[in-house]
């Protein structure tokens, strides 16, 4: 099974500034399965990035993604008042299908 | 526009069962693995299964081989969860998303229902 660590567990910025999410895993994630999903309070989660750094359908270009191998990030590059949420990264390769821990982004 | 709704979500006791559905539409249903995933209140996301288009594939984590059942309709454009003997950890929203192992591979999780609610409590 890979185990996905997701790091800072929080991090707390203010709208406009930069956000750098980290995403390890236990062992090398094959041929860049690894997803980042947005969720908010009460909401169902949402795709934001696949292949590590491909942009779902719909999704602003100041989400990125990036990384292979075991390690991976998501970057918000200025945030917006919407981006403040909860963000876990996944990794979709192989069964186990595995989720990070989560990393919330709060507003300072 | 995709759209998928679970239902059978309520409070039970430990040890009996529970189904659940997820009605999928502005797809064509059969054509695309379709997946359940959970969070326990205040929790993070665990994958629970994982079915192919054709419902030929199943996948379970070890965790949840023969008490969960995935299955699926493609006449009704339908997904479903048994769940048998269940437990207090299994106090969670499942959600019904659209991906998980394809004909071609595997596939992130890209339409996901609002999640039906699943206590288990005496």
């Known amino acids: ?108 | 526009e995709v759209q998928v709704l679970e239902s059978g979500g309520g409070l039970v006791k430990p040890g009996e069962s529970l189904r659940l559905s997820c009605a999928a539409s502005g797809l064509t249903f059969s054509s695309h693995a379709m997946s359940w995933v959970r969070q326990p209140p205040g929790k993070g996301l665990e994958w629970v299964s994982s079915i192919s288009g054709s419902g030929g594939g199943t996948y379970y984590p070890d965790s949840e081989k023969g008490r969960f059942t995935i299955s699926r309709d493609n006449s009704k454009n339908t997904l479903y969860l048994q769940m048998n003997s269940l437990r207090a950890e299994d106090t969670a929203v499942y959600y019904c998303a659209k991906g998980g192992r394809g004909s071609s591979g595997w596939y992130p999780f890209d339409y996901w229902g609002q999640g039906t609610l699943v206590t288990v409590s005496s």
Request: a neutral charge; charged letters at 15%.
């Open chain 1, 1 to 108: 099974e890979i185990v996905l660590t997701q790091s800072p567990g929080t991090l707390s910025l203010s709208p406009g500034e930069r956000a750098t999410l980290s995403c390890r895993a236990s062992q090398s994630v094959s041929s860049s399965y690894l997803a980042w999903y947005q969720q908010k309070p009460g909401q169902a989660p949402r795709l934001l990035i696949y292949g590590a750094s491909s942009r779902a359908t719909g999704i602003p270009d100041r989400f990125s993604g990036s990384g292979s191998g075991t390690d991976f990030t998501l970057t918000i590059s200025r945030l917006e008042p919407e981006d403040f949420a909860v963000y876990y990264c996944q990794h979709y390769g192989s069964s186990p299908l595995t989720f990070g821990g989560g990393a919330k982004v709060e507003i300072k």
